[in-house]
């Protein structure tokens, strides 16, 4: 199957500094990564679309500046989220759509296992 | 716009009870439904998807879902739970259609977390 995997799974920083969050697509080539925050006990929140070779789409309220996305290949997407601050920690989530794995207008999205991110 | 209702924040169950987890949708056009399973610190896993055909959809781990277009909903059952089925479960829908293409979004329920006891 799709598999998608993220690293790290768990980071620790201090406030101030910056993180990167790496989400790769291991078996299949992936023209649009999608981003997800997650808070406790919460839904998934969509951060930004991504596609390859292009800017990232953000959705409204997400700061671009702050979260910088980068798909600079079909296989890698990184987040980094800038001047980090301890409202920032959350479970950062990356999905990946396979455009070969397609039933009609329809392409799965397939989830990495997400990355814990604590802003001490 | 759509929307999705998950109308339990939490469904405690006894071991090998029957379980049902709902989920409503508003939308004024067809829709792709999903359920997604999330085991405690980690990413989401597909458990179902209903695009067409059939409204009775089988899925992993024994859980099933009926697709019920006049209620707007897409309940997920299991018959007899297990412990390891102790997770969160979330519903999304998402547009069909040529418009949206790759960029096309899913849009998420707000979960449902599943306590199995034993």
């Known amino acids: 199957g799709a598999v998608v995997s993220q690293h790290p799974s768990r980071v620790i920083c201090k406030s101030g500094t910056s993180v990167k969050i790496e989400c790769r697509s291991l078996d299949f080539q992936a023209t649009t990564m999608f981003w997800y925050r997650q808070f406790p006990k919460k839904s ?77 | 716009a759509q929307s999705v209702t998950q109308l339990d924040s939490q469904v405690p169950v006894f071991e090998e009870a029957p379980v049902e987890l709902r989920c409503n949708y508003s939308s004024s056009v067809s829709v792709y439904l999903f359920w997604y399973v999330q085991y405690p610190n980690q990413g989401l896993q597909l458990l179902l998807k209903y695009l067409s055909g059939s409204t009775l959809v089988k899925g992993i781990n024994g859980f099933e879902a009926e697709f019920n277009k006049s209620q707007t909903s897409f309940h997920l059952r299991k018959p007899s739970v297990h412990i390891s089925d102790t997770a969160e479960y979330f519903c999304a829908v998402s547009e069909p259609g040529p418009n949206a293409g790759n960029n096309r979004k899913l849009i998420w329920g707000l979960g449902t977390s599943l306590a199995v006891n034993p």
Not at chain 1, 61 to 78: C, M, P, R, Y
Not at chain 1, 96 to 111: C, D, I, K, T, V
């Open chain 1, 44 to 120: 998934l929140m969509l951060m930004a679309t991504s596609n390859e070779g292009s800017k990232a789409t953000y959705e409204q309220g997400v700061e671009k500046d702050k979260f910088l996305i980068n798909h600079a290949s079909l296989t890698l997407s990184t987040l980094t989220v800038t001047s980090a601050h301890p409202e920032d920690s959350s479970f950062y989530i990356c999905s990946a759509r396979a455009p070969g794995l397609q039933l009609g207008s329809y392409n799965e999205q397939f989830f990495g296992p997400g990355t814990r991110l604590t802003v001490l």
